[in-house]
C-alpha cells in the first residue's frame, strides 16, 4: 500500500495505529502531514486573495444588478475604486458580487453605493438584500429588449416616412437619433464622471453626433439600434456562462424541517440550522445542509454536484453534500455544516476566487484594451484633420471616416473574445463534474503532456480487501482475525479497518485488545488474555523471526500487488494477512484515454517496489516506488523540468507534490482540503474526467484564437476599406456587433460540445 496516502485518512492522534509496509516511510507520512497541512495553508492564502485583509481593513460586500457583461464589472470596479478609503475593489462576475476592502467604518458605505448608482447600476447589501432588491424576470426583458425593439420600431417609420418625403424623414431619422442616443449619451456622461472616459458608449455617442452634423441621419440611427443588438447579445453570452452558477445556487432550498428533541417537527429557515440539529427530508427534496445520515441506508441523486446521473447509495454515518436530491424514502439526517459553509457555498466561493486568476492571455488583452481604445480614437482624430489641412480634401468626407474608423476602433469583441470562451468552458466543466479554478488553470490543463497519480485513493479506491489468510502453528484463520481485529480495533487506518471488515463480515467475535499501543518504528501491540499480540510490517521483523518458507510467501504476495502483515504472539509468528487496494474502476480506461490524446502517465507511491510494479504492469504505466512524500516532490519537479505534468492526489498529503506540478488535480471525492489546495478537482471521483478536462482546454485555447483572429481580422479589413472609403458607418458597426457576436457563438460552442466531440 501507498504508506504516504494512508494518513489522509488518519486521525492525529492515532496516526501511528498501524505498521503498514514500511513504518519508517509511515512516520515520516505523519510528520509531513504537519508539513502538508502548513503548505495547505500557504495554498489557501495563496487562492483566497479575496479573503486576505490586510491589517485594520474591513470587508464590505454588495449584490450588484444590472450588469450585462465583464465589460459593466469593470466600470463598476473603476467608479468604486475612486471612492476616498477603498483600498480594493472587485467584482465577482459569476455570482454578482461587489467585494470592497476599506479601513473606514463610517460614510463609507452610502458613497460606494452612491458611485455604483451614478455609473448606471444598482446594488443591496447583504444584510438588507430582499428578493424585491433584484429586479423582475419581466423588468429586466423589458430592460433588454425594449431599447433595440422601439429603435427598430422607429426606424422603420422613418424610412416609410422618407418615402412620401425625404425632408420629413431625414426629420424623423434624425429625431430617432436624439431618442436612441439619449440613455446611451447619459451613459456616457455617468462613466466619464466615474472613470471610465474611453467606454464604447463614448465612442457611439461621438459617432452617432458626428453623423448627424453631417447629415448622415439614417446612418446614425442605424448605428445606435446595432449598438443595442450587440449589447443584447453580450447580455446573452454572459446570462449564459452564469447559468450554471446560477442552478448552482438554487439547489439550496430556503426551508427545511427540524426535529427537536421531544420529536416535534417544525419549519425552520435553512440559514438557521447549526450542527447537530437533526432535519428530516422528503423523497424529492434538496439537502439545505452538509448533512451525516441517520438512516440505515437511503439513496440520493448527486447529479447537481458531481455530474454523476446514477444515484448513490449512503450508508448510516456516512457525509451527504448539501444540494443532494432524496430519491427513495423519507430521512434523517444530522446537520454538519455551519451557516454558509456547506458544499455549495464553498464551490460558489471557489468560483469566485477562480475569476482572480485569469488566464494570462485574457490579463494581457484587458491590458491591451486600455491603450487601444484611446489611440483608435486618437488615429481616427488625425484622420479627420491632416487629409484636409494638409491635402485640401473635402472635410466632410473626412469626418465621416473618421467616425467610422471610431467604430471599427470598439474593442468589444476582442476584450470579450477571451472570457467568453473561458466563461462557457469553465460553465461546461462543472457540468461534467470537473471544477477548474480560472482561466489561468484552464490555460494550464492545455499544455499538460504527462500526469502523475498518486496511487492509494486516486488510482485505487483507497478501500484495501483482505485477500489472504494464512495461519501458522496450528491456528485457524478464525482466531488469526479474531486475535488482529482486537489489536486494530479503535484503529481509523485503512488496513485496520479492512481487517475488521474482514472479521465481522466472516462472523467472528473479538474483544478490544487491553493496554493497545502503538510502537514507533515497529507496529500496533496489545494484549488479549494475557497474550502479547504484534501487528508489524515485515520489513521490521528480523530474518529470525520469519521462516525461509513464510519469507518466499511474503515475496510472492508482494510481486502480485498485496501488501502483507504479519500477526505475532509472544513473539512468535502466528499468520500473515495479504490486503490490496481495488483499481477504480475507470481507471485502465482513463489512462488509455490520456494516451490517446498524447498524455503520459505516472505513478508516484510510497509502497513497495514489489507491489507497485504489479500495480503499474496492470495498468500499463511508469511507476516510481518506495517514495516519501518528499521524494515526491523531487520526482514531480524532475519531471515537470521534462515536460508540463499535472500531480493528481486525493488529499492533504498530496499538496506539496501538487504545487510542484505546472497544475494540481485532486480526486474530489474526499476531502475539502483537496478541493482548497488543488487548482483543478474532479467532483464526481471518475479519472475518465482528466481527458475531458485536457480535451476542453485544448479546445478553449483553440477558440480563443479564433475568436481573436475574427475579433481583429475584421477590424484590421473593415479598417483599410473605411480608410479608402468603401465602407461607411452602417457596415462599421455591423463589422463590430458581428464580431461580437461571432466570437460569443464561437465561445457558446463549448457548452454545448459533447464530451467526444470537444476537441473537433
Not at 443595442?228 to 445556487?249: D, F, H, K, P, T
Not at 445520515?293 to 448513490?312: K, M, N, R
Not at 458544499?343 to 494581457?364: C, G, N
Not at 473574445?417 to 462557457?424: D, N, Y
Request: hydrophobic residues 45%; aromatic residues 4%; charged residues 20%.
Amino acid at each position: 500500500m501507498n504508506n504516504h496516502s494512508h494518513n489522509n485518512h488518519i486521525p492525529s492522534d492515532k496516526a501511528h495505529d498501524h505498521a503498514s509496509s514500511d513504518k519508517h516511510h509511515h512516520e515520516h507520512d505523519h510528520q509531513q502531514e504537519n508539513s502538508c497541512s502548513q503548505s495547505s495553508c500557504c495554498s489557501q492564502d495563496k487562492t483566497e486573495t479575496l479573503a486576505t485583509l490586510s491589517s485594520g481593513s474591513t470587508r464590505l460586500t454588495w449584490q450588484v444588478f444590472g450588469m450585462d457583461c465583464p465589460s459593466c464589472a469593470k466600470k463598476v470596479e473603476t467608479a468604486v475604486s475612486q471612492v476616498a478609503g477603498v483600498e480594493h475593489a472587485k467584482i465577482l462576475f459569476a455570482t454578482e458580487k461587489l467585494v470592497v476592502d476599506t479601513k473606514e467604518t463610517q460614510d463609507i458605505a452610502p458613497r460606494i453605493e452612491q458611485a455604483v448608482k451614478k455609473a448606471g447600476y444598482s446594488l443591496s447589501s447583504g444584510a438588507n438584500a430582499t428578493p424585491a432588491a433584484k429586479p423582475s424576470v419581466k423588468q429586466q426583458r423589458l430592460k433588454e429588449y425594449g431599447p433595440p425593439v422601439i429603435m427598430a420600431t422607429l426606424i422603420l417609420l422613418s424610412w416609410l416616412l422618407e418615402l412620401f418625403s425625404p425632408t420629413y424623414g431625414r426629420i424623423a431619422f434624425t429625431i430617432t437619433t436624439i431618442i436612441g442616443l439619449i440613455p446611451i449619451g447619459l451613459q456616457t456622461i455617468r462613466l466619464t464622471r466615474s472613470g471610465t472616459p474611453f467606454a464604447i458608449e463614448t465612442l457611439m455617442s461621438i459617432s452617432a453626433i458626428g453623423a448627424l452634423f453631417i447629415g448622415a441621419t439614417e446612418e446614425a440611427a442605424m448605428v445606435l439600434m446595432l449598438f443595442m443588438i450587440g449589447e443584447l447579445l453580450e447580455s446573452y453570452a454572459a446570462n449564459r456562462a452564469r447559468q450554471g452558477v446560477s442552478a448552482l445556487m438554487a439547489l439550496l432550498p430556503e426551508e427545511a424541517v427540524r426535529l427537536s428533541k421531544d420529536g416535534t417537527r417544525e419549519i425552520v429557515a435553512a440559514a438557521s440550522l447549526i450542527p447537530g440539529d437533526i432535519i428530516e427530508i422528503a423523497p424529492g427534496t434538496r439537502l439545505p445542509v452538509d448533512a451525516e445520515l441517520q438512516a440505515a441506508s437511503a439513496s440520493f441523486d448527486e447529479s447537481a454536484l458531481t455530474g454523476e446521473s446514477i444515484p448513490v447509495e449512503r450508508l448510516r454515518g456516512e457525509k451527504v453534500a448539501a444540494g443532494s436530491l432524496a430519491v427513495d424514502s423519507v430521512m434523517q439526517l444530522k446537520v454538519l455544516s455551519e451557516p454558509g459553509n456547506n458544499a455549495i457555498d464553498r464551490i460558489l466561493t471557489l468560483i469566485e476566487e477562480a475569476e482572480e486568476r485569469r488566464a494570462p492571455i485574457e490579463r494581457f488583452i484587458d491590458r491591451f484594451s486600455r491603450y487601444y481604445t484611446p489611440a483608435i480614437m486618437l488615429f481616427a482624430l488625425l484622420v479627420v484633420i491632416v487629409p484636409p489641412l494638409m491635402f485640401a480634401q473635402p472635410w466632410e468626407t473626412w469626418i465621416y471616416r473618421g467616425l467610422t474608423l471610431l467604430l471599427i476602433g470598439c474593442p468589444c469583441a476582442l476584450v470579450i473574445s477571451t472570457p467568453a470562451a473561458i466563461t462557457s468552458a469553465l460553465a461546461a466543466a462543472t457540468r461534467r463534474g470537473a471544477l477548474i479554478k480560472g482561466g489561468a488553470a484552464l490555460e494550464q490543463l492545455g499544455t499538460i503532456s504527462q500526469i502523475a497519480f498518486d496511487k492509494t485513493g486516486t488510482l485505487t479506491e483507497g478501500k484495501p480487501m483482505v485477500t489472504d489468510i494464512i495461519p501458522v502453528n496450528e491456528m485457524t484463520e478464525a482466531q488469526l482475525l479474531g486475535l488482529s481485529a482486537a489489536v486494530e480495533s479503535g484503529s481509523h487506518h485503512p488496513l485496520a479497518q479492512a481487517i475488521i471488515r474482514k472479521t465481522e463480515e466472516n462472523g467472528i467475535t473479538y474483544a478490544q485488545a487491553e493496554n493497545r499501543r502503538a510502537i514507533a518504528g515497529v507496529g500496533v501491540q496489545g494484549n488479549v488474555d494475557n497474550e502479547t499480540i504484534l501487528i508489524s510490517s515485515p520489513s521490521k521483523l528480523t530474518q529470525n523471526e520469519l521462516s525461509a518458507e513464510q519469507q518466499q510467501q511474503i515475496t510472492q504476495l508482494e510481486e502480485q500487488g498485496k501488501t502483507v502483515v504479519v500477526t505475532l504472539k509472544s513473539n512468535q509468528v502466528i499468520g500473515l494477512l495479504a490486503l490490496r487496494d481495488t483499481l477504480r474502476a475507470d481507471a485502465k480506461q482513463a489512462l488509455a484515454a490520456l494516451k490517446q490524446i498524447g498524455v503520459n502517465g505516472v505513478m508516484l507511491t510510497g509502497d513497495n517496489p514489489r507491489a507497485a510494479a504489479a500495480i503499474a504492469h496492470e495498468l500499463n504505466i511508469e511507476y516510481e516506488a518506495s517514495l516519501l512524500p518528499e521524494d515526491k516532490v523531487t520526482a514531480v519537479i524532475t519531471l515537470n523540468k521534462e515536460q508540463p505534468t499535472a500531480m493528481v492526489g486525493d488529499g492533504i498529503n498530496d499538496a506539496p507534490a501538487m504545487k510542484s506540478s505546472t497544475i494540481g488535480i485532486a480526486m474530489g471525492g474526499g476531502t475539502d482540503v483537496a478541493l482548497e489546495t488543488a487548482d483543478a478537482a474532479l467532483t464526481h471521483n471518475r479519472l475518465i474526467g482528466l481527458t475531458d478536462m485536457i480535451v476542453l482546454s485544448r479546445a478553449t485555447r483553440k477558440i480563443i484564437r479564433q475568436n481573436i483572429t475574427i475579433a481583429l481580422g475584421l477590424k484590421a479589413i473593415f479598417l483599410v476599406t473605411s480608410l479608402i472609403g468603401l465602407t461607411g458607418l452602417w457596415l462599421a458597426v455591423l463589422a463590430d456587433s458581428g464580431a461580437t457576436a461571432l466570437v460569443t457563438a464561437n465561445s457558446l460552442r463549448l457548452l454545448r460540445k459533447r464530451k467526444e466531440e470537444t476537441e473537433g
